[in-house]
């Protein structure tokens, strides 16, 4: 059917050949496999360069199918500014790009459709799209013009209503620009195709393009209209008392049937595309908006069957995803499922499709219980009896006496486990391709619990000492009862313990309502009416924990997070931090900056000799000695300026000087002069000169950092170079004399914070995200980024840190994967470092916490057996078998679904 383009080259300086030729070799393979099946899925590890084999595919159907009609890229809508950008890189790699044009980013469903109406000469062949770009409420003025216009018609009941639509158009579309008489008028007695002319006749600001996409308004039919037409009759002729009121009425009514025809309108779009790629498709698992975009139950006989937008429309599926399913195969047949959306040839084949679903999920079902008997066969050996074991390479050696009973018995359900686990492979395998990263066991280091801030502390929880032990005893004590006096339907999740273990600031702010970070509703005025009985427990809480930063900052767990940053950042790393709730993540930006403060000053104060003196008299030498280093008027700074030029030679000119004045302005931050120069009042230049050119973080310098850093800035497009720069240059610095807080950050103590500590979660603007995720993917600032899940999918951190904290866990293993992920890519900071990605979890110990952190766990293990798992454990790794589990063993129990076919390497243990 498709055949990977030959003039695709996927090699660069930043991919190894390996990877290259593994990217070449899956993009082949997945174009082979889409003539014979509806969709793939691949599951490679993250970090593994999915995007540009999905752009190779892309590029090859574009040109497979004569650039007829374009391939869509759905992404999130975080990562849809990203994708474009990629393709810039990712063209390099292509003898000439110059005959495949993609869109920008495509955010809303209009726009989307706008696209498709295109002519050849000016067709976008590859369409970036966000996920909830036809989910959204239709807002363009033009198509509720449009609607309004084919809901009046030729009906003689509603054409009475025509001098009021014209007369109230600028509010019914929600737009000023149609308080127009004439142009309305003209514009609803003429064929859409005409409108983009008649505006340019009337307007000063023209339009280049049609203002409503054909491929809709051919879509709309009658019935999609007799709801809209039922809410015109609401709309007010005449003039009166009430007429404001009656008018906004008769809105609300055509708003909500609008909503109505825009989405029975696209249910009846006649598209037929190539090829969809679903980037990050494990949001499809659950039946949910995102699914039903798919839906596809209307058989050729039934027209007016529904169907989702895009239902039918394209004729192969292909979905990308890290993390398939982790919760249980259900959801990675939940996933499959999703391929019936495409347009089929013959209900026979459909038909096919679903029955080896059925068969994949009674194969895996068998598979899991398998490999449960085997785990538990296993847990219950003797390692003193069955020490044999341990030098066991497969299930059939013969151990002879040296096994007891259970050792043989626990070989015997192995070989079963390996049998029917073999046999799922075989059914999976023609629909999945996954490749695991190496299995160095050194290439990721976990910490857990208390082991985050006391390395030796293995298989244990931060402990609640006697000070705070009261409060996380009340909380649990008012979630009992909460559960023991809540009303039909009310909440029975542990909302006050979920809570307090996060931080004594999510507790007092927003206990009541357990909202993550993604909910701006998450505060305490959405605080719902607790029973008497509770209300008791959550005063005497309030009483014990006074809102003091001070106190605040004692608590357990918070106060790991802060002592595990402010180490790494004293040695010199990032920190890549994690939390759920808003009011966690502003605390810990406070507090680690405060710790941060604290620590500046306390290293100014040994290395200058000025014990016993005030913070202030500290600030103040810092300033005079960075002054003193770097006045432009000296020969030594200007020898400064052109041996940082010299680094330089792969950017052009006006990047060279604007990276040069960026690293002058870091050099010279208190911040970088207390961490790494330990500056005292004599300091030269020449002083400062063997601080940057030595080893620094992981035996690399900040001169091969800024190199490094300048490299990868002379493969962007000089668009995107210049974003990069600009951001820097305007980027505030880690001074200790601290700038004021960003208001984008929403920072509730209204406080100034120290710019070397920011913070991006939901209220966090688009733009200002983006900002923040250039810089930290730099040498410079900001040190600690904390973040919430809006950061957890589909962005790059990884050039500059190799640090991650999970402050707050989750229930699923797939989020702290994609997590970690932002991390673990090519081209990572550890890479360079030659340093493993270093993952820290601190829980609780004793509390919801640890629980969760067990369970977490051990739903990693069923997700390692069936589709694959080169992570270590880790020295805080899982101790739930007494008699560990030779790799020998593991791996022939370990599916394996790359492209070569060969059993991967695994460190993982078993469920």
């Not at 498709?116 to 369409?127: E, V």
């Not at 007092?508 to 427990?537: F, H, I, K, M, N």
């Not at 680690?592 to 104060?605: F, H, K, V």
Request: hydrophobic content about 40%; proline content about 5%; glycine content about 6%.
């Amino acid at each position: 059917m498709w055949k990977l383009s030959p003039d695709i080259d996927l090699s660069s300086e930043n991919i190894p050949a390996a990877d290259a030729e593994r990217q070449r070799r899956t993009a082949a393979e997945i174009l082979e496999r889409l003539a014979h099946r509806p969709g793939q899925v691949l599951a490679d590890e993250v970090g593994m360069g999915k995007t540009f084999v999905a752009l190779a595919i892309a590029a090859s159907v574009v040109r497979a199918t004569r650039y007829e009609q374009p391939v869509v890229v759905m992404v999130p809508s975080s990562v849809v500014d990203k994708w474009p950008r990629d393709w810039n890189s990712f063209a390099l790699g292509l003898s000439d790009a110059s005959d495949i044009k993609v869109s920008g980013a495509i955010r809303h469903g209009t726009d989307f459709l706008k696209l498709l109406d295109d002519p050849p000469d000016r067709r976008s062949h590859i369409i970036f799209l966000t996920h909830g770009a036809l989910t959204r409420t239709i807002n363009d003025p033009f198509v509720k013009l449009s609607l309004l216009k084919k809901a009046v018609g030729r009906r003689k009941d509603l054409q009475n209503r025509l001098p009021a639509i014209i007369r109230d158009a600028a509010t019914l579309v929600s737009d000023k620009r149609f308080n127009n008489t004439p142009l309305v008028t003209e514009l609803l007695n003429t064929h859409e195709r005409h409108w983009m002319k008649v505006w340019n006749n009337h307007s000063a600001v023209l339009l280049d393009d049609d203002p409503v996409p054909l491929v809709f308004a051919d879509a709309i039919d009658s019935k999609v209209l007799e709801p809209l037409r039922d809410a015109l009759v609401e709309l007010p002729i005449n003039r009166s008392s009430n007429f404001e009121k009656r008018l906004g009425s008769a809105k609300k009514a055509l708003a909500a049937a609008m909503r109505g025809a825009w989405e029975d309108g696209l249910r009846k779009l006649d598209l037929t595309l190539p090829l969809l790629i679903l980037d990050e498709a494990h949001h499809v698992k659950n039946d949910n908006t995102m699914a039903a975009l798919f839906a596809n139950d209307a058989a050729d006989t039934d027209l007016e069957a529904l169907r989702g937008p895009l239902g039918g429309i394209f004729e192969r599926m292909l979905f990308l995803t890290a993390t398939p399913f982790q919760l249980g195969h259900h959801e990675l047949l939940s996933v499959l499922g999703r391929f019936t959306g495409v347009r089929w040839e013959s209900a026979e084949d459909r038909a096919a499709f679903e029955a080896s679903l059925d068969d994949i999920g009674t194969a895996l079902d068998t598979a899991q219980a398998a490999a449960a008997t085997f785990q538990k066969r296993w847990s219950a050996l003797d390692p003193r009896e069955d020490a044999a074991l341990s030098r066991a390479t497969n299930f059939e050696e013969p151990l002879g006496d040296e096994l007891s009973a259970a050792g043989r018995a626990a070989l015997h359900e192995g070989r079963v486990a390996q049998s029917v686990i073999g046999e799922a492979e075989r059914k999976l395998r023609p629909w999945i391709i996954r490749h695991l990263k190496t299995s160095d066991t050194e290439r990721r280091q976990y910490r857990a619990g208390a082991a985050v801030v006391s390395p030796g502390a293995v298989d244990r929880g931060l402990p609640v000492d006697d000070d705070a032990a009261l409060p996380f005893l009340l909380a649990g004590r008012a979630d009992a009862v909460s559960r023991l006096t809540k009303t039909e339907g009310g909440a029975t999740r542990s909302l006050f313990s979920y809570g307090i273990a996060s931080s004594y600031e999510t507790y007092l702010r927003t206990r009541a309502t357990g909202q993550s970070d993604l909910d701006d509703a998450a505060d305490a005025s959405t605080q719902r009416v607790e029973s008497p009985e509770v209300q008791w427990y959550l005063d005497r809480i309030a009483q014990y924990l006074p809102d003091d930063p001070e106190k605040l900052a004692a608590h357990p767990k918070i106060a790991a997070t802060v002592k595990r940053t402010v180490q790494l950042w004293s040695a010199g790393h990032k920190v890549l931090i994690f939390c759920f709730y808003q009011e966690t993540g502003r605390a810990l930006r406070l507090h680690i900056a405060r710790a941060l403060e604290r620590r500046t000053l306390d290293l100014a104060r040994v290395s200058m000799s000025m014990d016993g003196q005030s913070d202030n008299d500290v600030k103040v030498a810092l300033d005079r000695l960075s002054d003193r280093l770097f006045r432009s008027d000296t020969s030594s700074f200007r020898r400064l300026r052109a041996e940082i030029e010299s680094w330089l030679p792969a950017l052009d000119k006006t990047s060279r000087e604007l990276l040069v004045d960026i690293v002058i302005r870091f050099l010279r931050t208190q911040s970088f002069l207390v961490r790494f120069a330990a500056p005292n009042a004599g300091m030269t230049v020449d002083d400062l000169w063997s601080v940057v050119d030595s080893a620094s973080p992981g035996s690399v310098s900040l001169k091969s950092r800024v190199i490094s850093f300048a490299t990868f800035l002379s493969r962007r497009t000089a668009e995107d170079r210049g974003r990069i720069l600009d951001v820097l240059a305007t980027a505030k610095t880690g001074d200790i004399t601290i700038d004021d807080f960003d208001p984008a950050e929403n920072s509730s103590q209204h406080v100034s914070i120290a710019p070397n500590v920011r913070l991006a979660n939901g209220q966090v603007g688009r733009e200002t995200r983006q900002k923040l995720m250039a810089s930290f993917n730099s040498p410079f600032f900001p040190d600690v980024l904390v973040a919430s899940s809006i950061m957890a999918e589909g962005v790059d951190l990884h050039t500059a840190c190799r640090h991650v904290i999970h402050h707050d866990l989750d229930w699923n293993p797939a989020t702290l994967e994609q997590r970690t992920g932002r991390l673990d890519r090519l081209g990572s900071a550890a890479i360079l470092e030659k340093q493993p990605i270093a993952v820290d979890e601190p829980y609780l110990g004793g509390t919801h916490d640890e629980k969760m952190y067990r369970v977490v766990k051990a739903r990693e293990r069923w997700f390692g057996v069936v589709m694959g798992d080169s992570r270590t454990v880790g020295a805080a790794g899982d101790q739930s078998l007494d008699l560990p589990l030779p790799h020998s063993l593991a791996r022939l129990l370990t599916m394996d679904f790359s492209t070569s076919g060969q059993p991967p390497a695994s460190t993982h243990s078993l469920p």
